[in-house]
């Protein structure tokens, strides 16, 4: 398990050219409004209800519902609720790794 500022995250399958996630998102947290130049994301929230920005458009993600991130496109993950947000994310892409995240606005000051 990997933890974060915002919660933590844990990697169920890696393989060259895919990554399954699970993310852990504590309540009243949030991720980095980023991008990524090699990878798009599929999240299905699993738990909770989460507040999603894509190019600065917000809406509620609930159980069972998911979101596409094209390579490049802005995206955010909030948690504005008293309870935790969880949600598998399978990257995918020809590079994967951490250092592949191009952050517009953070919380955290990285």
């Not at 504005?80 to 919380?107: K, M, P, W």
Request: glycine share 8%; aromatic share 10%; proline share 3%.
């Amino acid at each position: 398990m990997f933890e974060r500022p915002w919660g933590h995250y844990e990697v169920l399958a890696l393989e060259s050219n895919y990554q399954i996630k699970k993310l852990v998102v504590l309540p009243g947290q949030e991720l980095s409004y980023q991008s990524h130049e090699h990878r798009a994301e599929h999240w299905l929230v699993v738990e909770g209800v989460a507040t999603v920005t894509l190019d600065e458009v917000k809406r509620e993600v609930t159980p069972g519902m998911s979101v596409f991130v094209n390579v490049g496109q802005k995206h955010r993950i909030s948690n504005f609720t008293a309870g935790r947000v969880s949600i598998i994310e399978i990257q995918f892409g020809d590079y994967l790794g951490e250092d592949d995240i191009v952050r517009y606005s953070d919380n955290y000051g990285r």
